[in-house]
């Protein structure tokens, strides 16, 4: 379980994250929705580490995630990059193998290819791929080739971090589609950003908004139609006029 | 006004410090990271191949076209002296204890400086350097290490084969403009080049090498959002490192030959 408590961060004279309370059930899917520059991104790097928050803590299965083994924590986690933030100089194969063929359980490179290209193949791209490098792919390709990233050690926390921005919608729908099916496949937690409703409804269990540097309403993604929540009203349905400004 | 003259003066003076403190620790933990596992052999080969290797053609040209032209310079000033002899000597010592390592490391500055500050600038824009970290991956050793070892080992190589091409540039010019005997050139050569004067290229061509390594890593990892930013770190890694090379030959200058 991923819990954050009292969460500040603060960029010069920018409070991007005013006290964020949030938690995570273990096995859950929760996607964090809210405008774009809300602070969903620091969020979830708050939550890597990548990012020290200024005040509060965020908590592990009940350790704080800035103590102990740092490479045994991040062991646990997988992430999918915005914009798939695959190594250039590397091969698709080498991409997704990046983990398994480094620290005290390396694989032999044999072994991790052979992962590699199963990975591959369960995000629906074909042993062909492996030997290309990420600048060959097409933008829906690479999501899925930092998707096959993301789960090549197995890991058992996944972030996804607009899975689907710059995607047609129909490729959108395929990547919702499969980050659903590998969450649920693997019984992993999963930790989405988006401002894709689509995504929200095909990959959430639970939905939280962030607005403000706080979580303005947080449920299951059954009853987020059903809120009063004037915030999440706007946002889901897309309207100018409400309490969110439009123009930021 | 008085307190406002001295603001001016003073915010660039503690900025200009606070900037060699930030690389003076940039520096300590890639030394710090040196001996201590995991080492990145393929990414060491891969940055000897790069820094080394593909840096051969620049410097070569340099030197060969730098000894030329100082063999004529030194004809031509040594003649008002009836002193033209010391061609080939003057040619050697300048090209192995001055030129050599300066022209070479301005030019591998300009090259491979640049080209590292880009490279790991772009990732970090691009979000790479956050996802080595997810994956368990210390972007300062994966990146930085390789290559500040290759540059720091490539540097003197590249000197070594400079400081013979730029001699052989002075020879060529020497036997074909200046009439000089190709036996009695390579020979006043051989006798008058001391040891030192080779050894101590070669040690300023491995601190060269190390800043401009050290400086492309630096403002790459340090590099601001966006193409602009990039092209910043790129800017300011080439002028770093260019000016740093030029006030580190003064001092190792000083350290080496001043007794």
Redo the contacts between chains.
Sequence with gaps: MIELRGVHKRFGTNRVLQGVDLTIAKGTSMVIIGGSGTGKSVLL?CI???VRPDTGTITLDGQDVTAGD??AF??R???L???G?????LRVWENVA??LV??PKALPKHAAREVAVEKLRRVGLKPEVADLFPAELSGGMQKRVGLA?AIAAEPEIIFFDEPTTGLDPIMSGVINDLIREIVVEMGATAMTITHDMSSVRAIADNVAMLHGGVIRWTGPVSEMDATLDPYVQQFIHGRADGPIESVR | MIAAALGGIGRPVLQAIAAVGRVALFAASILGHLLRP?FYLRELG?SLLQIGWYSLPVVGLTAIFTGGALALQIYAGGSRFNAESVVPSIVAIGMTRELGPVLGGLMVAARVASSIAAEIGT?KV???I??L?????NPLKYLAVPRVVAATLAMPVLVATGDAIGIMGGWLVGITRLDFNSAAYLKNTVDFLQGWDVGSGLVKGAVFGFIVALMGCYHGMNSARGAQGVGAATKSAVVSASVMILAANYVLTEVFFSS
């Design positions: 790097k890597l580490g990548l740092r490479d991040l062991a986690f997988g992430m990059f915005q914009g933030a695959l190594f250039d100089s990046f983990r480094r620290g990233r | 995991p891969a990732m691009t979000e790479q956050d996802a970290v997810t994956l368990s991956t």
